[in-house]
Nanobody, 121 residues
Framework: QVQLVESGGGLVQAGGSLRLSCTAS????????MGWYRQAPGKQRELVAA???????NYAESVKGRFTISRVDIARAVYLQMNGLKSEDTGVYYC???????????????WGQGTQVTVSS
């Protein structure tokens, strides 16, 4: 059974910083793309940032220059450093990892339970 556990959310004032962490556990052969999504109240879930196994990154336009995604494969972990937070960054943040459980298995996307980020203006 694969599980993703997130941490690091909370309440912060505008302009502040938070660092989100997400670690996978269970039977894992390899991990491909890792990413972070967020969902604000009344809005659809949107991609915030993603990072491939080779280290290529992709960011939403709204967070470029403020957020940085990184990964540590040996720890099965992905991180999101968020600086210069704005009220519009408020939402539930979900991590996702594309995990291959066995050598000949098909990679599947797994999701964390979500962590709340609230930015007060």
């Amino acid at each position: 059974q694969v599980q993703l556990v997130e941490s690091g959310g909370g309440l912060v004032q505008a302009g502040g910083s938070l660092r989100l962490s997400c670690t996978a556990s269970g039977s894992i052969f390899s991990i491909d793309t890792m990413g972070w999504y967020r969902q604000a109240p009344g809005k659809q879930r949107e991609l915030v940032a993603a990072i491939t196994r080779g280290g290529n990154t992709n960011y939403a336009e709204s967070v470029k220059g403020r957020f940085t995604i990184s990964r540590v494969d040996i720890a099965r972990a992905v991180y999101l450093q968020m600086n210069g937070l704005k009220s519009e960054d408020t939402g539930v943040y979900y991590c996702t990892q594309r995990i291959q459980k066995r050598m000949m298995g098909v990679p599947q996307d797994y999701w964390g339970q979500g962590t709340q980020v609230t930015v007060s203006s």
